[in-house]
């Protein structure tokens, strides 16, 4: 049972509606917000991929165009995956992906209602296909998912940072924005970072238009979207009002995330 307190005051459904539509002005001005930026984002200029990045899927061998499946855009996860390191940073895929980036594929339901819009969604991982493929089954899902091991892929945009492999970028800052935002790089912060990228097909030309990282890609996990409409939230401790439900520590990056089906356990 979960703990409650501090928990909202009951009142007429009278007072509840005047309430209720004080709120629905804050988020009118929320969409509109919203609306406002997505069309800035759909103006953002593009980068030509003249790369000819390969990846490993279940057909073999493939190409980033290969990826579209014919049509004219792509959304693309960035899945991070586990690995054990070595002292001299050799690494060694495990078995497993990361939980938080699980507890986000875990949402990826049936694609149609993207592909009747002309979209492709897949992931792209930096660990060998079979090791993908196998996650995949033991999870049961679906969407199309392909390596990128032994690629510049990852590291190109960001997904992976390595100082040793390509200079380093996260969130969009260098090293030296990273220190003037209070994030000094260090060796502790190399391997995969999470996050999502769009690209759009013209004709057998792909040009980068998108990628987000951090709490850019939160909508994705862990059921954000429904649980921010409910009165006990996401059950966070940074949430407000305070106290008001335990913190479940399952928050993106928690290390008590767990892979999905050890839920059912």
């Not at 790369?51 to 855009?73: A, I, M, S, W």
């Not at 939980?99 to 993207?114: E, K, V, Y």
């Not at 939160?218 to 921010?228: K, M, V």
Request: glycine share 8%; aromatic share 10%; hydrophobic share 35%.
């Amino acid at each position: 049972m979960t703990m409650m307190a501090n928990l909202p005051e009951v009142v007429s459904r009278e007072e509840w509606l005047a309430a209720r539509k004080e709120l629905l002005a804050r988020e009118k001005e929320l969409t509109r917000a919203r609306d406002r930026v997505n069309a800035d984002r759909r103006r953002l200029p593009m980068v030509r991929v003249d790369k000819p990045y390969t990846f490993e899927g279940p057909n073999g061998t493939v190409g980033l165009l290969d990826l579209f499946e014919g049509r004219p855009q792509l959304v693309m996860h960035h899945f991070m995956w586990t690995f054990d390191i070595d002292a001299d940073g050799t690494e060694h895929p495990r078995d497993t992906g990361c939980s938080s980036c699980s507890s986000a594929a875990d949402q990826i339901g049936n694609l149609r209602q993207l592909h009747v819009r002309n979209t492709t969604l897949v992931a792209v991982t930096r660990a060998p296909h079979e090791k993908l493929a196998a996650f995949r089954e033991r999870m049961g899902w679906t969407f199309p998912w392909y390596s990128s091991y032994g690629s510049d892929f990852n590291y190109d945009f960001h997904a992976t940072v390595d100082d040793r492999v390509a200079p380093v970028q996260i969130f969009h800052r260098n090293e030296a924005e990273m220190a003037a935002a209070g994030m000094p790089w260090s060796e502790s912060m190399r391997g995969d970072w999470p996050g999502i990228s769009a690209f759009l097909r013209v004709g057998d030309e792909v040009f980068h238009t998108y990628s987000t990282f951090g709490r850019g890609i939160e909508e994705f996990h862990n059921g954000y979207p429904h649980l921010d409409l409910t009165a006990l939230g996401r059950q966070e401790a940074w949430e407000e009002p305070k106290g008001r439900a335990a913190p479940l520590r399952l928050h993106v990056g928690s290390p008590a995330l767990r892979l999905p089906d050890e839920y059912d356990a």
